[in-house]
T-cell receptor, first 114, second 116 residues
Framework: AQKVTQAQTEISVVEKEDVTLDCVYETRDTTYYLFWYKQPPSGELVFLIRRNSFDEQNEISGRYSWNFQKSTSSFNFTITASQVVDSAVYFCALSGGNTDKLIFGTGTRLQVFP | DTGVSQDPRHKITKRGQNVTFRCDPISEHNRLYWYRQTLGQGPEFLTYFQNEAQLEKSRLLSNRFSAERPKGSFSTLEIQRTEQGDSAMYLC??????????????FGEGSWLTVV
């Protein structure tokens, strides 16, 4: 069975702090994809990144970076120098096998205070 | 902006009434998905379409729920005889190809349903 665990329910930081959101996944598939989405108060899920199971290179996009480690089945997300606009709920998701659906974690609510 | 659009954004209905939500996907996206999200939870898959064909339905989709995509463009999700447990946000999404091939799934802003 596929499963995504985001153990951190809520994180609060002060602006300019770095913060890491954890994501641990379970799957028996050898080929799979991992995603991160951001959900601001408006409700829309905003796509942030997609990573396939064969690409373990870390990725950096501006203040965002992602650390994918197959050995620990983790796909963690770091925001450097956080800003108030980063406040949102962040979801990690998994797709794989022959099913065309995303399995989401329960999300981590990030609050960045000025 | 030509993202996924959903209508209505909010709906309050009395228990037992029927409600219908509409979703317009991104133009030319052949895959369309419906998810449901309750407070404090991640989205849960309900169903998806490849063009007008409904290819998979979750066990969450009881017989009171029906989704259609008649012309392979917009889709509707109808809930009959609503129950308080149906209160949730219903998210629509679309993609140009399959999720398991790594195509990005783009979500709309969701339709909030409150059953009183």
């Amino acid at each position: 069975a596929q499963k995504v665990t985001q153990a951190q329910t809520e994180i609060s930081v002060v602006e300019k702090e770095d913060v890491t959101l954890d994501c641990v996944y379970e799957t028996r598939d050898t080929t799979y994809y991992l995603f991160w989405y951001k959900q601001p108060p408006s409700g829309e899920l905003v796509f942030l990144i997609r990573r396939n199971s064969f690409d373990e290179q870390n990725e950096i996009s501006g203040r965002y970076s992602w650390n994918f480690q197959k050995s620990t089945s983790s796909f963690n997300f770091t925001i450097t120098a956080s800003q108030v606009v980063d406040s949102a709920v962040y979801f990690c998701a998994l797709s794989g096998g022959n099913t065309d659906k995303l399995i989401f974690g329960t999300g981590t609510r990030l609050q960045v205070f000025p | 902006d030509t993202g996924v659009s959903q209508d209505p954004r909010h709906k309050i209905t009395k228990r037992g009434q029927n409600v219908t939500f509409r979703c317009d996907p991104i133009s030319e996206h052949n895959r369309l998905y419906w998810y449901r999200q309750t407070l404090g939870q991640g989205p849960e898959f309900l169903t998806y379409f490849q063009n007008e064909a409904q290819l998979e339905k979750s066990r969450l989709l009881s017989n009171r729920f029906s989704a259609e995509r008649p012309k392979g463009s917009f889709s509707t999700l109808e809930i009959q005889r609503t129950e308080q447990g149906d209160s949730a946000m219903y998210l629509c999404a679309s993609s140009l190809g399959t999720a398991f091939s790594g195509n990005t799934i783009y979500f709309g802003e969701g339709s909030w349903l409150t059953v009183v």
